[in-house]
């Protein structure tokens, strides 16, 4: 298949590098820092050196086409596949590679543009583009649901995927109609609506199968996945339950831990760099009910916590390591930088600000 379509490759992955060429030509119009990452309110949280900008996210971008590419082309039921399904395999990364970077350095020239709406109308068309090339694709293990039921059956294939075409496309046309909806709203409902997308194409092909074991028309055994199809299956199991169990972890189990020593205090933080603090060195300790982190700009965050790098009204560039659910918080003035932690909780807080400004007077 690849050999079949060489011409088209060769053009899609030069079209994905086309980005490299432009921030080549403009970048002496570039700054160093570079917004590469936006929060859920369409604010840039995130920054990427000039040169990972210019040449990383279009390199990424293509190593993630060619290792699409390859494993539909080496699927052994893709042999027959729509050509128009396997176009649409080939050019969707060039087509994210010119949106994601012409947004990227539109940003950074000055032009005004709602990142929060941007990604919105990408996803809408993303959900209706899928949706209509659905019903055009023939059964593989790559492309479309890929359920036993539907795998070895090609009249229950052929019904699930014109239901998740028509789904899909109706999904993608309800996020669009979702643009006017408060981003903190909008998450819920996308969530909700991407869930229903994935799952109910599924629960329709079992159904279907459902009905056909009541006629007869298949049997249980028809069912069956052959040893390619279990070992497939195996290993994609086992790569989601250990994506599932990283993103759990970091998601839920990170923290930090504020050491008291002789003449300095340490946080020893997980997944991003510990900080030592010297008492002489500290101006000021200012304890908080409240406080608004700002933005991150560099550094870790998760559920529970937040780490690095920050920046909000009143203090400017930042400091911060403190878990989300307290509300209270200790303000310290390190020659003359703004570093903020806090505990777990308001006591454990308290008991850190007491024990610093004790440890300061001795």
């Known amino acids: 298949m690849i050999k079949k379509n060489k011409k088209q490759l060769i053009i899609s992955s030069i079209i994905i590098l086309l980005p490299i060429i432009a921030g080549l030509i403009m970048r002496n119009m570039l700054p160093e820092r570079i917004a590469t990452h936006w929060n859920v309110d369409g604010k840039a949280n995130g920054w990427s050196g000039r ?31 729509s050509n128009k399904v396997f176009g649409m395999v080939l050019w969707i990364s060039p087509i994210f590679s010119l949106l994601t970077s012409g947004m990227v350095y539109s940003i950074v020239l000055g032009n005004k543009i709602n990142v929060d709406i941007a990604v919105r109308i990408l996803l809408g068309l993303m959900f209706v583009i899928f949706g209509n090339y659905m019903p055009k ?30 789904l899909w496309v109706f999904g993608g046309v309800l996020l669009l109609a979702t643009m006017f909806i408060p981003m903190e709203n909008f998450m819920y409902l996308f969530f909700v609506i991407t869930l229903f997308l994935a799952f109910a194409p599924i629960i329709y092909s079992y159904v279907y199968y459902r009905k056909q074991l009541k006629k007869g028309s298949v049997t249980k055994k028809g069912a ?6 279990k070992k497939f299956t195996a290993v994609s199991l086992v790569i989601g339950i250990v994506v599932l169990i990283f993103v ?78 307290c509300d209270s918080c200790i303000v310290l003035t390190v020659d003359e930088k703004i570093l903020v ?21 001795e």
């Open 224 to 229: 069956v996945q052959t040893p390619w199809e």
């Open 51 to 81: 040169i990972f900008a210019i040449f990383g996210l279009s390199i990424i971008m293509l190593i993630l086409h060619w290792i699409g590419v390859f494993i539909t082309a080496n699927d052994p039921k893709n042999k027959e596949q």
């Open 248 to 325: 759990g972890i970091i998601l839920f189990t990170v923290e930090f831990e504020v050491q008291f020593g002789e003449t300095s205090y340490t946080i020893d933080a997980a997944y991003w760099d510990n900080a030592t603090v010297k008492y002489a060195d500290i101006d000021n300790v200012e304890y908080r009910e409240q406080d608004e982190p700002g933005e991150r700009t560099l550094g870790f965050g998760s559920v529970n916590i937040l780490m690095g790098e920050f920046e909000n009204s009143e203090f400017g560039d930042y400091t911060r390591y403190s878990y989300t659910a």
């Open 137 to 166: 694709c023939k059964q593989n293990h790559t492309i479309g649901v890929k359920v036993k039921w539907a795998l070895r059956n090609e009249e229950n294939w052929n019904k699930t995927h014109r239901f998740a075409g028509r």
């Open 341 to 361: 932690i806090n505990g777990k909780d308001e006591e454990s807080t308290k008991e850190i600000y007491d024990e610093l400004t004790k440890k300061i007077n």
